[in-house]
């Protein structure tokens, strides 16, 4: 990038994913290369388990496609998964620590800095209705 252009503070990539277990590697690679082009290696690991939760719970819980969303906003990250369920997230309050299952949500509650989710009734969303579920993450001042 020549000297006197900088780098947009704002910035946004979509990508869609079939319903498909090996989708969930291949949202943790393509994460990792839009975060380090971007500089923002510092959220990395973070980012990684966030995005796997949500990912992996579209893919394991729905029947249809899903669609990871990137958005950054100066120092801000904002991981958001749209799939094709309506239906509200149920975060378990009960599961065991050393379970396999059923922390996803729980461990996007403790490990973003907010997340939410918003029920999607039409085509002008990320992909249709369904719901997307988001978590932010912010990094230290540049």
Known sequence: MPESEEAPTTWEYILYIPNDPRAVRICRQTLRAVLAGHGFPQLTEAAELLATELVTNAVRHTKGPAAM????????LRIGVWDNDPAPPRPSRSTPWDAETGRGL????????RWGWVQQRDHRNIVGAGKYIWCDLTGPAA
């Open 69 to 76: 969303k990137l958005r950054a906003e100066h120092r801000a």
């Open 106 to 113: 729980a461990l996007v509650r403790d490990c973003s800095e």
